[in-house]
């Protein structure tokens, strides 16, 4: 899981508290009403702490804008389309984890999974090494946990056994900024906190079970376009609107009905929304 960094006099009782918080098993995901409202940061955010943090990549997103530099769309809820920019803030959660998950482990991920993209999307027909099936394998976990537990009940949990520190928020948002975990007076950490390492201990979990996955394939329809799901079901990975990453499957070319199929599922699994880059081009089957 890598080294966690703890802001506190007795370091240790507040590690142990916050692994104890964890082993206690992680809370069920919530539906969207039951969230509550982010932690506001200083004004002007000195910090530049990530408050809108997406689930799915912004720079995979954005892959899939049109001449228009969005992407279309569709509302679940409302049943209705628009247009949206990749930044746009339906795509994000709102400080559901800490920066050191945002920042730290989160984007190695991210970063490690476009490094293996831009050769596919570039005419690479196959996923060969057994580090880059282990990125995509990490990549697909990744996404998979941050759609479902990007909401938060509470924004504070008490931890018991520990006293805290009286921080300032100048000085609690200097130590989220440089990866650090901390508790307020009465042992009241940031919920957020938590969730970052219920993430990142779900995510190698979850890794570890994608190891069985036998190959990803390098999957390209003869016509129509690929849907991407808020909430991924099944082992379906757009990479453009013309390639994708399934797991399971050879490489190679697949028919307008395959695609359909594909694209029923992504639509299936949706919660809130699902996105193309144009939905007229995605056949779905019925």
């Known amino acids: 899981m890598g080294v966690i960094k703890v802001f506190s006099p007795d370091g240790s009782q507040l590690a142990a508290a916050l692994m104890g918080a964890m082993a206690a098993g992680r809370p069920e995901p919530l539906p969207r009403q039951s969230q509550s409202k982010p932690e506001k940061t200083r004004k002007k955010n000195p910090n530049r702490l990530t408050?809108?943090?997406?689930?799915?990549?912004?720079?995979?997103?954005?892959?899939?804008?049109?001449?228009?530099?969005?992407?279309?769309?569709?509302?679940?809820?409302?049943?209705?389309?628009?247009?949206?920019?990749?930044?746009?803030?339906?795509?994000?959660?709102?400080?559901?984890?800490?920066?050191?998950?945002?920042?730290?482990?989160?984007?190695?991920?991210?970063?490690?999974?476009?490094?293996?993209?831009?050769?596919?999307?570039?005419?690479?027909?196959?996923?060969?090494?057994?580090?880059?099936?282990?990125?995509?394998?990490?990549?697909?976990?990744?996404?998979?946990?941050?759609?479902?537990?990007?909401?938060?009940?509470?924004?504070?949990?008490?931890?018991?056994?520990?006293s805290g520190e009286n921080l300032t928020k100048e000085?609690?948002?200097?130590?989220?900024?440089?990866?650090?975990?901390?508790?307020?007076?009465?042992?009241?950490?940031?919920?957020?906190?938590?969730?970052?390492?219920?993430?990142?201990?779900?995510?190698?979990?979850?890794?570890?079970?994608?190891?069985?996955?036998?190959?990803?394939?390098v999957i390209q329809p003869k016509s129509g376009e690929f849907i991407i799901t808020d909430t991924p079901l099944y082992m379906i990975i757009p990479l453009t609107p013309k390639l994708a990453l399934v797991g399971n499957a050879p490489d190679g070319m697949i028919l307008a009905e395959n695609l359909a199929q594909l694209n029923r599922l992504a639509v299936a699994g949706s919660q809130r929304y699902f996105l193309a880059r144009d939905l007229s081009e995605c056949p779905i089957d019925p």
Not at 127 to 148: G, N, T
Not at 182 to 205: E, K
Request: a negative charge.
């Open 51 to 162: 408050v809108y943090q997406h689930l799915y990549p912004q720079r995979s997103i954005a892959r899939f804008a049109g001449d228009d530099e969005r992407v279309a769309v569709h509302d679940v809820a409302r049943c209705q389309v628009r247009r949206a920019k990749p930044s746009d803030s339906i795509f994000c959660a709102r400080r559901a984890w800490d920066q050191r998950a945002e920042a730290g482990y989160m984007k190695d991920i991210e970063n490690r999974f476009q490094t293996l993209a831009e050769p596919l999307i570039s005419g690479q027909s196959t996923i060969s090494s057994v580090e880059d099936k282990q990125a995509v394998e990490r990549f697909f976990a990744l996404w998979y946990m941050r759609s479902r537990y990007g909401e938060l009940e509470d924004q504070e949990i008490k931890l018991n056994g520990v």
């Open 171 to 217: 000085q609690e948002e200097n130590l989220e900024a440089n990866g650090y975990l901390f508790a307020r007076t009465g042992g009241i950490v940031p919920a957020r906190q938590l969730n970052g390492l219920w993430l990142q201990s779900q995510i190698d979990g979850y890794t570890r079970d994608l190891s069985s996955v036998e190959r990803w394939g």
